[in-house]
């Protein structure tokens, strides 16, 4: 079973940036897409950022576009999501996902694997 481990959460003054990291502990054959998605206390998960392998993407969610930034090295199986200008409505814990689906440019559903997150706290 691959794991993903999220880093680089923090609290931040709004307006300020973060880097974040998500590493699978393996790359299996097959594996074909990461994302990133978020999620506040009591309120569903959203999906923020995702890339694909192949090269499609990336894919971002309305709410971040133009303010973040996801990016991948396939050699070290990591992700990263670059966080500028960050709002006190992006505070939230941020979570790693596998084989996120997405079809024709959108995205459609996540996969199964999940990391345990890393909280980002934006303040006013």
């Known amino acids: 079973q691959v794991q993903l481990v999220e880093s680089g959460g923090g609290f931040v003054q709004a307006g300020e940036s973060l880097k974040l990291s998500c590493t699978a502990s393996r790359r299996s054959f097959g594996d074909y897409s990461m994302a990133w998605f978020r999620q506040d206390p009591g309120k569903r998960r959203q999906f923020v950022a995702g890339l694909t392998w192949s090269g499609a993407g990336p894919f971002y969610a309305d709410a971040v576009k133009g303010r973040f930034t996801i990016s991948g090295d396939s050699e070290k199986n990591t992700i990263y999501l670059k966080m500028n200008d960050l709002k006190p409505e992006d505070t939230a814990d941020y979570y790693c996902?596998?084989?996120?689906?997405?079809?024709?440019?959108?995205?459609?559903?996540?996969?199964?694997?999940w990391g345990p997150g890393t909280r980002v706290t934006v303040s006013s």
């Open positions: 996902n596998l084989n996120t689906n997405f079809l024709g440019g959108h995205y459609l559903g996540p996969g199964d694997t």
